[in-house]
T-cell receptor, first 112, second 113 residues
């Protein structure tokens, strides 16, 4: 059981570039979420999904897109990277909306 | 969205001392979860509390949910260096259709050997 797998682990982007952060889970979890973590800010919810084909916005969705075509995958897209998006990104999954989440190991993104 | 306050922000303790972090909400909570994040690591789920007044223990860790389901605490007895990290509470609002898990800003625990 791999759990939640995030790729890449590290990424440096130039302002204006686009990229996709990958997230995959093999636990057949319906609920998946993306968080960003900045010093002193805790974990802030970007987007979440309650099942394939269903996504919704969290606290800080601007500048990010998501889709959920399968139960396993929940990619996060940055359309035009900005320095303010420099952060550590975590993907997490759970079998229900009120159960504990399993987190991936994170992607450390730097936008220059 | 749901707001949750976590205090203190930082705590430095001597090894062997006790440690407590508190999580407070202005609204009634469906449940509360606690996570631990080691330095450089990812959050790891510790426990979930659901019932009013619930108390759960995991070895030296004691978790409590308030009677009004608006606050919670995590208490560590006789801290060890392995307890170092940031402890987060995370909450969902009470009521149907709320799937957003909102995290507090965390309490960073340092243990002096």
């Amino acid at each position: 059981n791999a759990g939640v797998t995030q790729t890449p682990k590290f990424q440096v982007l130039k302002t204006g570039q686009s990229m996709t952060l990958q997230c995959a889970q093999d636990m057949n979890h319906e609920y998946m979420s993306w968080y960003r973590q900045d010093p002193g800010m805790g974990l802030r919810l970007i987007h979440y999904s309650v099942g394939a084909g269903i996504t919704d916005q969290g606290e800080v969705p601007n500048g990010y897109n998501v889709s959920r075509s399968t139960t396993e995958d929940f990619p996060l897209r940055l359309l035009s990277a900005a320095p303010s998006q420099t952060s550590v990104y975590f993907c997490a999954s759970s079998y229900s909306g009120s159960a504990g989440y399993t987190f991936g190991s994170g992607t450390r993104l730097t936008v220059v | 969205g749901q707001q949750v306050m976590q205090i203190p922000q930082y705590q430095h303790v001597q090894e062997g001392e006790d440690f407590t972090t508190y999580c407070n909400s202005s609204t009634t909570l469906s449940n509360i979860q606690w996570y631990k994040q080691r330095p450089g690591g990812h959050p790891v789920f510790l426990i979930q509390l659901v019932k009013s007044g619930e108390v759960k223990k995991q070895k030296r860790l004691t978790f409590q949910f308030g009677e009004a389901k608006k606050n919670s605490s995590l208490h560590i007895t006789a801290t060890q260096t392995t307890d170092v990290g940031t402890y987060f509470c995370a909450v969902t609002e009470s009521g149907a259709g709320s799937y957003q898990l909102t995290f507090g800003k965390g309490t960073k625990l340092s243990v002096i050997p």
